[in-house]
């Protein structure tokens, strides 16, 4: 909203209804958590006087909560769920009672930590540090689509001892999102005590200062302090961090400022004498037999993201003799979809680079779309949050790096990527061995064993220039989060036997199918990305000693269809051919289906069994053992041949 709404809003509050709310939720607040015998209560009671001013004065209610020009406001210490709740009841978003009898009930929405499946929740939160993150990705996400509105964000005084919040406040004030203020709970206790003992050199008003945020300190139980900071931020022409000085259970006078509270719920003898204090009537009694009724009736349902409509355009093909890095197919197929969205007017893209656009080709976009290009520098925690934020609202993300940077470094923010059910689109170059003179450090050699551990996260290794324009046209079109991987050298296009190219114009990529590259009937090697054209000089090694082996392309390794598996569990011999610790990849896959479906199979694993060493990528292949040469030789060892 503008500045005249906004501060409309502001001058029609009234201020004393606004503080027996702010009593109301205090008891819904020790009702709950005393209810649950478990919670947050402490920074529930010191949130909630900021938290319920903006809840009222912000652009959303139970009628615009999924329109894309809505205020969005976001919780990144994620505990003080019970704050959050009544906060969201108080404005009718959420019913009156069942969030009190329900919270920390096993079935039950409310959870422990605010989930984005409760309307007016806009990300899953708990895993502290991350919340501005995701403001961050919403912020640029509007920007890009045209949609104003502005960004709250509540945060822990503690969670500042996390590094990826400077990450995010350097990339705020570097792309001047304006719209964002920050309201930090300075209640100066956390689990292990005063903040200042815990972590003595954090000076959290100076941090946001020196990154180039306009700071304002209140009191945080006074409404006229709050909503002042309010329309000082709104008016402010950079981002604005408000220091809301509050006590830790605030409201009741044996829990002020009391750091056993910050995750303990008071017992029912404290209970009733809060509720005295507060001048409430405890209700206890009256929800533990609400308790008693609630019934699990079906898994939760995910939250829903604005529907997407994406132009795929035509595909850009390589001709046989053509050879190129998968990585630089990546960016000619990625640049024209950023184009062809722009000019028809559909879901835009947007790009998310750590330092790495002309090595992870993202520089195509950067140079002739800048406002779709977003730069955060080495910051690799921020970027998975705001990419991964910025999918669910409006537009699609891709989130290009290197394997060790965009997937191990960031396990736990894509873990809580596909919790919020994002549709973030991260590509990796330099996975697997095919990473050359780097060595150990850069070897990502694991990223389909740690992202298989994700629910819901699609894993595919494309394995030419062809097979890469194909796949990032479909991730791109379809739902969810993706994770394309290639590696780093050029690769030769991948041939029917006639000469012809393989992946032509007539392949159609689907989720959890194979193709077979060659024929042949003594066996199958299967093998997926940079394996794949090495798979087939494997065939020309053999078949020159009378071997005939299929070579079946597995472009989806953490996942086969059931059709997939019934065609390679066909073949008598089967071989796995992979540049990833072999007992996480491909053949880990194979051996699972194999035991559920109980249907044995006769599988060899040839891959990664220690950190590679630093060498040019041909010669790295050979003394682990994996080179086509050294594959062939090992596949007649296993043959008797």
Not at 306 to 323: F, L, Q, S
Request: proline residues 3%.
């Amino acid at each position: 909203m503008n500045f005249q709404e906004f501060s409309s809003r502001i001058a029609n509050i009234d201020y004393e209804k606004l503080k027996s709310e702010a009593r109301i939720c205090r008891g819904d607040i020790l009702t709950m958590t005393t209810l649950a015998a478990s919670g947050h209560p402490g920074g529930s009671m010191s949130t909630i006087d900021a938290l319920l001013t903006v809840y009222h004065i912000a652009n959303i209610n139970k009628f615009n909560i999924n329109d894309l020009s809505r205020d969005r406001i976001i919780v990144s210490h994620g505990h003080i769920s019970p704050a959050v709740y009544s906060s969201l009841a108080r404005i009718g978003i959420l019913p009156q009672e069942e969030y009190i009898a329900y919270f920390r009930k096993a079935g039950s929405m409310y959870e422990g930590h605010i989930e984005r499946s409760i309307p007016g929740v806009e990300w899953t939160t708990g895993n502290l540090g991350q919340g501005l993150s995701a403001a961050c990705g919403m912020a640029v996400a509007g920007r890009v689509s045209g949609h104003e509105f502005d960004v709250f964000v509540f945060m822990g005084d503690g969670e500042h001892e996390k590094g990826q919040i400077t990450e995010a406040r350097r990339f705020a004030s570097k792309y001047n999102l304006s719209n964002i203020t920050v309201i930090v709970d300075y209640n100066c206790l956390q689990i292990s005590g005063d903040i200042s003992q815990v972590m003595p050199a954090m000076d959290i008003a100076e941090s946001y200062k020196s990154d180039g945020w306009e700071v304002i300190s209140i009191d945080g139980h006074d409404y006229k302090d709050i909503t002042g900071a309010l329309l000082k931020a709104k008016s402010c022409p950079k981002p604005v961090c408000i220091i809301a000085n509050t006590k830790m259970g605030s409201g009741v006078s044996f829990m002020e400022h009391v750091s056993s509270f910050h995750g303990a719920p008071l017992s029912e003898e404290q209970y009733y004498k809060a509720m005295e204090e507060l001048q409430l009537e405890p209700k206890l009694d009256y929800y533990k037999e609400m308790r008693k009724g609630f019934m699990w009736a079906a898994p939760h349902i995910k939250a829903e993201n604005p529907r997407a409509n994406i132009a795929t355009g035509k595909r850009i093909m390589y001709a046989a003799d053509v050879k190129t890095d998968n990585r630089s197919a990546f960016g000619a197929a990625l640049l024209d979809l950023v184009k062809l969205n722009k000019a028809e007017g559909q879901t835009d893209i947007i790009v998310f680079d750590c330092d790495l656009a002309g090595s992870v080709k993202t520089n195509g976009v950067e140079k002739n779309y800048p406002e779709n290009f977003f730069q955060s520098g080495i910051a690799e925690h921020h970027t998975a949050v705001c990419a991964g934020a910025a999918s669910v609202n409006g537009v699609i993300s891709f989130f290009a790096d290197f394997g060790m940077f965009g997937v191990d470094e960031v396990y736990n923010q894509h873990r809580l990527n596909e919790i919020n059910s994002s549709n973030l689109k991260v590509v990796t170059t330099h996975v697997g061995v095919d990473v050359g003179e780097d060595g150990k450090t850069h070897m990502c050699v694991d990223y389909i064993g740690l992202l298989r551990n994700i629910f819901g996260f699609n894993i595919i290794c494309p394995a030419d220039p062809n097979e890469v324009d194909t796949v990032i046209r479909y991730v791109a079109k379809e739902s969810g989060n993706f994770h394309v991987a290639m590696g780093r050298s050029k690769v030769p296009v991948i041939t029917k036997e006639d000469g012809s190219v393989f992946f032509d114009e007539n392949y159609e990529f689907k989720y959890g199918e194979v193709s077979t590259i060659r024929q042949g009937k003594d066996g199958a090697i299967l093998a997926y990305g940079a394996t794949l054209y090495r798979a087939c000089r494997v065939y020309e090694i053999l078949k020159e000693k009378g071997i005939e082996l299929a070579v079946i392309n597995v472009p989806t390794p953490a996942y086969l269809s059931d059709n997939a598996f019934t065609s390679i569990a066909g073949y008598k011999n089967i071989f796995t051919y992979e540049d990833h610790i072999s007992s996480t990849g491909l053949f880990s896959t194979l051996a699972n289906m194999s035991l559920r479906k109980k249907q044995m199979l006769n599988i060899t694993p040839y891959g990664v069994e220690e950190f590679p060493v630093s060498g040019n990528a041909d010669e790295v292949y050979d003394m682990l053992g994996l080179s086509p040469a050294k594959v062939a030789d090992k596949i007649l060892k296993e043959l008797g041949k």
